[in-house]
């Protein structure tokens, strides 16, 4: 209904529903029951879902994948000329420690375990989620789904990380991600009132990651503008979810 009463331009919107994926439902729903965690960022199916893409969109090829806290900012026709080098991911990278989005792997993966000790760097670079352009035809020739599959139904049983799905990422795509320039997406904006202005600006997309959404009340005021410039404010549907100036 939103999209009939604001028409994306020349856009094409196709809005599918998880519940149409009688075979990811039998599939996931079983994990999920077996997780037995009541935390969104491990039981969410949502969250889960980026790891079927090639099952869900069996025509493509190629795709950009956005997470729900991001504003596009820029054209990004430019994207899909960039060469992946084989690679299944393109994401940019978190690992320099100088800068807030610094993620090391051993923060999140438990590499006493040596079934993870033997396959994995613990000083390998990570990356993150939010804007990730994928290769949907070297992810199927990878068999990367299955690969996630294998590791999601090990780590129910031996504890090898901690915080949702971004761990299980970083080891399914392992030795899979090329590195996309910063400029095509600025992270921190939900939880680093560091983030440089220009950083902002010049990014293609931008990125409210952390707990201080742009939406709530505890957001970062100075980056809530460039996400509610965007919105009309006297629109029911914002109304009705309580969204005001």
Known sequence: MWFLLNPP???TIHVQSIENFDWLSTKYNSTLNEQKSYDPRYS????????YLPDIFPALNKIVLFDHDVVVQRDLTEIW???MKGKVNGAVETCLESEASFRSIRMFMNFSDPFLARRFNANVCTWAFG????DLHEWRRNNLTMLYRNYLQLG???????GGSLPIGWITFYNQTVALEKRWHTLGLGYNSDVPRGDIENAAVIHYDGV???WLETGIA?????W????????LYLQQCNIHE
């Open 44 to 51: 969410s199916a949502l969250n889960h879902l980026r790891f």
């Open 212 to 214: 201080m959404k742009p």
């Open 228 to 235: 509610s410039k965007h919105l009309l404010y006297d629109h």
């Open 222 to 226: 100075k980056y809530k503008g460039y």
């Open 156 to 162: 129910l049983k031996r504890s090898f990380w901690k």
């Open 81 to 83: 000329s960039i060469d």
């Open 9 to 11: 331009g020349k856009a």
């Open 131 to 134: 804007m990730n352009l994928f």
